[in-house]
């Protein structure tokens, strides 16, 4: 099938790290003198591309890298439900475990001890398209959020609850990211393979009143997503 074979080049042509998620792909003329096979070609080969995930198509915009990952940028405040649609991946949450325990020494230094001596911890796992994506753990100095219906926590963004239920206005995020590989026990709550590459984010969200708000321990698949962070160049140490 040519069109097969002429998917299997894109994907290589693309997909060798040189262009990021989210770059621009050739315009249909362009990939039919390139490749020189016909119009009708070009588009099942692309269609084939989107259908395994490695190329997104957008109504009046074009053609788009994906690579099967959706792309964050580093300590955004964009929740994961507003960012999973945007991201068009059909977001959706699964309720883990809820609970109220006494906070730890760390977590008294980073919360304050006028919070009160308990957190709340709240552990989901956040899918897209169905597929578990990220598992993620967050402690919280609200611990009126535990008396909150189970379900509310899967169908609400947790900062538009502590917008709306609390009157707490987020302010700055610091995310440190580093990568692990996932353990027996990350994996089966994740349903991976043992030992897949995982990136581990560590978030800590304050207020506007610069108040610790939310500190997160995200597991997110490699596999499905990937960072980016713009920054304005302001000097050379070249």
Do not use: W
């Not at 991201?87 to 730890?104: D, F, H, I, Q």
């Not at 939310?214 to 140490?237: H, K, P």
């Amino acid at each position: 099938m040519l069109y097969a074979e002429v998917a299997n080049k894109i994907r290589d042509e693309f997909g060798g790290g040189q262009f990021s998620p989210g770059a621009a792909m050739p315009s249909e003329n362009t990939l039919v003198e390139a490749f020189s096979v016909s119009r009708s070609t070009i588009r099942k080969a692309l269609q084939c591309l989107e259908d395994d995930g490695f190329l997104e198509r957008r109504q009046g915009q074009g053609t788009f890298l994906k690579q099967g990952k959706y792309q964050r940028s580093v300590s955004s405040r964009l929740d994961f439900i507003s960012h999973g649609q945007r991201a068009r991946g059909r977001p959706s949450t699964r309720l883990l475990s809820k609970e109220v325990r006494p906070k730890s020494i760390a977590e008294i230094s980073l919360f304050g001890s006028t919070s009160g001596e308990c957190i709340v911890e709240i552990q989901r796992l956040r899918l897209m398209k169905g597929e578990v994506c990220v598992l993620q753990t967050s402690m919280l100095p609200i611990v009126a959020l535990a008396q909150i219906p189970d379900d509310v926590f899967e169908k609400r963004s947790l900062y538009r609850m502590l917008e709306q239920e609390f009157d707490i206005v987020l302010g700055t995020v610091k995310e440190t990211l580093s990568c692990t590989n996932a353990s027996e026990e990350v994996a089966s709550l994740m349903n991976v393979a043992p030992g897949l590459a995982v990136f581990v984010s560590h978030r800590v969200v304050r207020s506007t009143l610069g108040d610790v708000v939310e500190v997160s321990r995200n597991f997110i698949r490699s596999d499905r997503y990937c960072f980016v962070q713009d920054s304005a160049i302001l000097g050379s140490d070249d």
